[in-house]
């Protein structure tokens, strides 16, 4: 990126990602200028965002929502769009260059292929995208000269160590994991563990989904298989250990065994500012950290009986094909289940697992055939919890 202006359209502006993505475009200096925003159902935050920014586009990805929602309030040169189409005509459009795929879960994976298929720049921070289609995404980003930039603080940070070397000379990566609320629970208090419970992070601020998913660390095994795809690695290759200070992002080690790391508070700002500016490092609101006080750096091998969510990414990514697919559609319906009520937390994995284990797998599917499974997967989990 240059010290011209960029045009960014933010897919998911009125979530946790989405919000921090204007806060970093706001302190640009005028860099970056939101030319569209999205969201599902927060309809009242769109139109919010839309008269403070005038955005040329917004998207309201749900259209029952949208149908019912009063836009009285929608500034006059802001042109409305309703449903995945929308979100896929943004994307594509020729004013945008930066599409960042802020937008949770595999609702978000639409819009993230239609940015990649038009060739854009991606800010990806939908991890879903790669976990659900990595191959064929990866894939098409050669075809087309996309740019997928990682968002996930887990990421950025291995995407930054990168640089240090070749990819030839990469041993292996190191994701680390802050452990959750959960870091230090015997199993038998894991049994007793409530949704306020989950949803209480020690370090991030987030979204309810992602929170709980940290908790089961099935957030660290849904990023095993996205780093597989993105930085092209072999399954063993990638490792998970526990950090609880959330400091230290992500680590690579070298095979002459020089270690990498990269360092900094636990704010979404800053690798959201760098995929945006990248290879520019540009002064921002991102917080930092204060060397004149004391702090630690605690490290600690991850606990595969009492976390079984990494074993189960591990083993869809050593799988590949349709196996990111069905664990991430399970998993977010098993998430919706015990939000609900209908699902003990110590079900979520479990329940994953047996979904996973249950289905057709297909080592070269099609995107289609990947919806399909996903809508399966969705289903075959309040199936269950009916029974």
């Excluded at 240090?164 to 994991?177: F, N, P």
């Excluded at 929170?211 to 998970?240: C, G, H, Y």
């Excluded at 990414?313 to 094909?321: I, K, P, Q, T």
Aim: with cysteine; aromatic share 4%.
């Amino acid at each position: 990126m240059t010290a011209e202006l960029a045009n960014v359209a933010v897919l998911g502006s009125t979530g946790s990602i989405g919000r921090n993505t204007l806060e970093v475009i706001a302190a640009s200096g005028g860099r970056l200028r939101p030319v569209a925003l999205s969201a599902h159902s927060n309809l009242d935050l769109l139109v919010c965002q839309a008269q403070a920014l005038h955005p040329r586009w917004i998207v309201a990805s749900d259209p029952l929502s949208a149908a019912t929602h009063d836009w009285s309030g929608l500034p006059s040169d802001v042109e409305l769009l309703v449903g995945t189409d929308g979100l896929e005509t943004v994307a594509r459009r020729g004013e945008v260059e930066i599409v960042v795929a802020a937008i949770v879960g595999s609702a978000g994976v639409a819009g993230t292929w239609a940015a990649v298929e038009a060739g854009k720049t991606v800010a990806l921070a939908n991890k879903e995208t790669m976990v659900v289609a990595g191959q064929l995404v990866t894939e098409l980003a050669h075809q087309t000269g996309a740019r997928i930039v990682p968002v996930d603080s887990e990421h950025s940070a291995v995407f930054q160590a990168l640089q240090a070397g070749r990819r030839e000379e990469v041993k292996r990566i190191i994701l680390t994991a802050s452990g959750g609320p959960f870091r230090n629970h015997t199993a038998q208090q894991l049994e007793n563990v409530t949704l306020a419970d989950a949803l209480r992070h020690p370090t991030w601020t987030m979204g309810p989904k992602i929170t709980i998913d940290s908790a089961t660390m099935m957030n660290k095994a849904l990023e095993i298989i996205e780093a597989r795809w993105l930085f092209d690695l072999r399954p063993d290759q990638i490792d998970v250990v526990v950090h609880p200070q959330s400091i230290v992002h992500s680590l690579v080690e070298f095979v002459d065994g020089s270690v990498i790391a990269q360092l900094g508070s636990p704010d979404m700002r800053l690798p959201i500012q760098y995929a945006l500016t990248h290879p520019l490092r540009l002064p921002g609101p991102a917080t930092s950290l204060d060397f004149s006080e004391r702090m630690r750096l605690d490290f600690e091998p991850a606990d595969l009986d009492r976390f079984p969510a990494l074993s189960l990414g591990l083993e869809a990514a050593r799988a590949g094909g349709t196996a990111g697919a069905v664990l991430n559609a399970a998993n977010e319906a098993a998430v919706a289940e015990f939000r609900a009520g209908k699902l003990h937390f110590t079900e979520i994995v479990p329940r994953c697992r047996a979904v996973l284990e249950q289905h057709q797998f297909d080592a070269r599917p099609s995107l289609e055939r990947l919806f399909e499974l996903d809508r399966w997967a969705r289903q075959e989990v309040m199936r269950w919890a009916c029974l």
